[in-house]
């Protein structure tokens, strides 16, 4: 389940469960959350089995038939040749403050025959974010109506942890099917006013912490198809369902409420090797979310270009459904290092709480 759609929706809901209660937004903060409420789909590839390798990273966030190491779609697994593990490790740098920090460990490795190639890739994914200040309309306490509203600082943080685990096989001699299942181990955002404001240390204000139903967050079937030598062919089907507790001790009863929310998504794509060292990709993501009386769709594009260098040097460029992406990748084939940078990706999504973000991501595999 992507995890950004799920928080983003839910936070939606929260700040307007405390608006409406405590009478206390603006209209121009309320406008903002309302837009942001809109803003859902850009969140997709937070979630640790939806990450694309740094590889598609760097070009543009392509990971549907993407010829990589590191085995996004299912499929994918049918052509590993030998077990693998990965560090990665990554950081969104917002314009204003604060900031997200993300960690991620993966192994991966081939576990049928030469005659049925199958494969197996279980990660663990760990997020954290700065504390971001904000400045939050307080209604008084309702004895004391003369009392003019307060304009407190708060501080919002995020914090998750999330896993997966896929298989693949081959069923043909072009074609390759697999299943990812992913789950969150948690996913909390929470809101507390400064210390000092309303007492000595800080206020919780509101909290959301998002469970998958029955352990299991979301799924996804993967399919690649070697379509010729030189053009493959992918395609990933994802669905995902959550449910969100919002507590807000700081309004009137009921201050505690479950939000579930729905997901699912298609991506098609393909990847074309122009010259033996130039590779172009292009992927395409129609997204849905309902939950909470919403509505939401939206379609991506993601694509970009590989140009090999010598015997390991490989430049990466892309773009991101408007936001431009980088990297560069060196390794022999039992080792590799990549990097990958990304211009303010999570605009939509996270823009309005962390301002512009641009992402730097670090990643070395080894073959055991």
């Not at 309309?137 to 943080?157: H, S, Y």
């Not at 799924?219 to 919002?246: F, N």
């Amino acid at each position: 389940m992507p995890c950004c759609r799920r928080a983003g929706g839910a936070i939606v809901c929260a700040w307007l469960f405390v608006a409406l209660t405590s009478g206390a937004w603006a209209q121009g903060s309320l406008q903002e959350l309302l837009d942001f409420s809109r803003s859902y789909s850009v969140g997709e590839q937070l979630s640790g089995h939806n990450a694309p390798s740094l590889q598609g990273l760097g070009m543009g966030g392509v990971l549907a038939a993407l010829d990589s190491d590191d085995p996004i779609n299912p499929a994918q697994n049918a052509e590993l040749d030998d077990w693998w593990g990965q560090v990665r490790t990554g950081s969104y740098v917002a314009a204003g403050e604060g900031g997200i920090c993300t960690f991620l460990l993966k192994v991966a490795g081939p576990i049928g025959s030469s005659e049925h190639p199958q494969g197996l890739s279980f990660h663990f994914q760990d997020l954290d974010s700065d504390p971001v200040p904000r400045l939050l309309p307080l209604a008084p306490p309702a004895q004391v109506t003369a009392r003019p509203l307060i304009v407190a600082p708060a501080g919002l943080a995020l914090s998750e942890s999330d896993w997966g685990g896929s298989y693949g096989r081959r069923v043909g001699r072009r074609l390759a099917v697999g299943l990812t299942i992913a789950g969150d181990v948690s996913v909390n955002w929470d809101l507390a006013i400064a210390p000092g404001v309303l007492g000595p240390g800080p206020t919780p204000v509101m909290s959301l912490s998002s469970a998958p139903r029955s352990g299991v967050s979301g799924a996804r079937i993967g399919a690649l198809y070697q379509a010729t030598d030189d053009l493959r062919l992918g395609l990933l089907c994802s669905v995902g369902g959550t449910d969100v507790t919002v507590t807000a001790p700081m309004s009137p009863p009921p201050n505690q409420f479950v939000i579930g929310y729905d997901s699912w998504d298609v991506r098609i794509g393909g990847a074309y090797r122009l010259t033996p060292r130039t590779t172009v990709a292009l992927d395409m993501q129609d997204g849905h979310l309902s939950g909470a009386s919403v509505a939401e769709h939206s379609v991506m594009w993601y694509g970009g270009l590989e140009q090999r260098i010598g015997s390991g040097l490989a430049i990466r460029f892309g773009d991101s459904d408007g936001s431009f992406t980088a990297g560069f990748g060196y390794g022999d084939g039992r080792w590799g290092l990549d990097y990958a940078f990304v211009d303010d990706l999570w605009r939509a999504s996270l823009e309005p709480i962390y301002g512009d973000m641009s992402g730097h991501f670090v990643a070395a595999h080894v073959c055991f």
